[in-house]
Nanobody, 126 residues
Framework: QQQLAESGGGLVQAGDSLRLSCTAS????????MGWFRRPPGKEREFVAA????????QYEASVEGRFTISRGNPKSTVYLQMNSLKPEDTAVYYC???????????????????WGQGTQVTVSS
């Protein structure tokens, strides 16, 4: 069973930066497609970013493109989300997600992911 461990959330001011980390362990593959989703207060979970197994394809939600960067670390079982120029509307619980196998899918919907982390809170004050 793939397990995902997130870290890096916190309370920051508007305009600040944070870096979230997610490390996969225990699964059949160590570097599947991985993504970040978030659930703002009182809203549905939404897609933020995703990265292919080899780092060759990245997808972003429109409101974060240009401010957030998803990347793979070394080992590739770790994925980062660098968040710059944070805004109050970025406040949410951020979840890491992973697919079960290595394939070409870089999904933007929750249904395309098989494993989920517990979430880490990001709060941006104005």
């Amino acid at each position: 069973q793939q397990q995902l461990a997130e870290s890096g959330g916190g309370l920051v001011q508007a305009g600040d930066s944070l870096r979230l980390s997610c490390t996969a362990s225990g699964g059949t593959v160590s570097n599947p497609t991985m993504g970040w989703f978030r659930r703002p207060p009182g809203k549905e979970r939404e897609f933020v970013a995703a990265i292919a197994w080899n780092g060759g394809n990245m997808q972003y939600e429109a409101s974060v493109e240009g401010r957030f960067t998803i990347s793979r670390g070394n080992p590739k079982s770790t994925v980062y989300l660098q968040m710059n120029s944070l805004k109050p509307e970025d406040t949410a619980v951020y979840y890491c997600a992973a697919r079960r196998w290595i394939d070409s899918v870089v999904g933007r919907t929750a249904a395309e992911y098989d494993y989920w982390g517990q979430g880490t809170q990001v709060t941006v004050s104005s």
